[in-house]
């Protein structure tokens, strides 16, 4: 009998785990509401990477390919503050991550040797002049990561690729393929594990960072051609690639805690608001909501307006945590141009 009650358990286990190969939730976890009706905040930019709020409400905003860098007003009135200099856009590569601290606004751009982090002083709508913190991140036409997003622990956090060169994921003194974690002069942070940049490594090209009202950190990363994934990101974890790509059997790596087809993902930003994450899908033209348990471990995901607004990258959440900004990437020669593309659009998490 307990033979029995042992192998139906593990059914229901197995019947339990999420979208292409999730992790079964080990806590309850609240069924995902639909959100509100998108509402069009700005429209006719181009490639908008990357969105941070500043303190007054207003939002920064990357362009890709142009290397501008917008002030976007909550009604939805943009302004050029200016085109970052030393920005060289080549494929993937151009002006991406920002955050923002303070008075101090962080960007994330491929400059013509390298990837590099610059800091600015920002004064009403004038820039500083810049100041380098952390350069010599390897640069391709693929897989240049490019998130910035400071933490609760007051560090600012950034993603890199690995630039389609597997083996520098796997590399501890590369700044490829990894999460990096520093402090505002692009010093390692205290408490870094292996005392350098590094926090994690062994990723192939993350572009999400978000952290959970616990403070959990979340990262979602490209696949190659099988699994895109949503990984729990601990100091020094390895997450496997090349040696892994979604789930696997080495003790070694740390398993992901969700996977989707690339199909239907392709995921890039990455936020957290109303007790879900919300992931931005590029090829797969959609908004992932993702609902986690108070352990932070994830439900059923749940995809929102598929085919709607074509290729979602940027995703940020209001300062309040009250709405989602959302920028479409319809203009980056992979979409279809839709009328008043690129767009960033205002969600209701619920």
Not at 32 to 57: K, N, Q
Request: aromatic share 8%; glycine share 14%.
């Amino acid at each position: 009998m307990r033979k029995i009650w042992m192998i139906m358990l593990l059914a229901a286990l197995t019947a339990c785990s999420g979208a292409g190969g999730a992790a079964a939730p080990t806590a309850s976890v609240t069924a995902a509401p639909p959100p509100g009706e998108p509402a069009v905040v700005a429209r006719d930019l181009a490639v908008p990477w990357a969105i941070a709020f500043l303190p007054d409400g207003d939002a920064l905003v990357t362009e890709r390919d142009t290397a501008r860098l917008l002030r976007v007003s909550r009604t939805g009135q943009v302004k050029e503050l200016g085109t970052i200099d030393g920005v060289v856009p080549d494929g993937e590569g151009g002006l991406m991550g920002v955050a923002v601290k303070d008075e101090q606004v962080f960007v994330y751009y491929t400059a013509a040797s390298d990837n590099r982090i610059v800091r600015y002083r920002l004064s009403g709508d004038s820039l500083s002049e810049p100041r380098v913190i952390v350069q010599d991140i390897p640069k391709g036409v693929i897989h240049n990561g490019g998130r910035l997003a400071f933490g609760p622990d007051g560090h600012l956090y950034a993603s890199t690729g690995e630039t389609g060169d597997r083996r520098l994921s796997q590399q501890r003194d590369s700044l490829a393929g990894k999460i990096l974690r520093m402090t505002a002069d692009g010093a390692p942070a205290p408490g870094n594990p292996f005392g350098t940049l590094v926090y994690s490594l062994g990723h192939r090209n993350v572009q999400g960072l978000a952290w959970d009202g616990s403070g959990r950190l979340y990262a979602s990363e490209f696949g190659a051609s099988s699994f895109d994934e949503v990984n729990l990101i601990e100091p020094g974890g390895n997450y496997g690639w090349p040696d892994v790509e979604g789930r696997g059997d080495d003790p070694d790596f740390t398993n992901p805690i969700l996977t989707w087809d690339t199909s239907e993902a392709s995921p890039s930003g990455l936020a957290y608001a109303g007790g879900s994450l919300w992931m931005g899908a590029l090829q797969g033209e959609r908004l992932w909501q993702i609902p986690l348990a108070g352990d932070g471990s994830p439900g059923s995901p749940v995809a929102r307006f598929t085919g709607t607004y074509g290729r979602l990258r940027a995703v940020t959440a209001t300062p309040d945590g009250a709405a989602l900004w959302v920028g479409t990437s319809n203009k980056d020669g992979r979409g279809d141009e839709r009328d008043g593309d690129d767009k960033i659009l205002a969600v209701t998490p619920s």
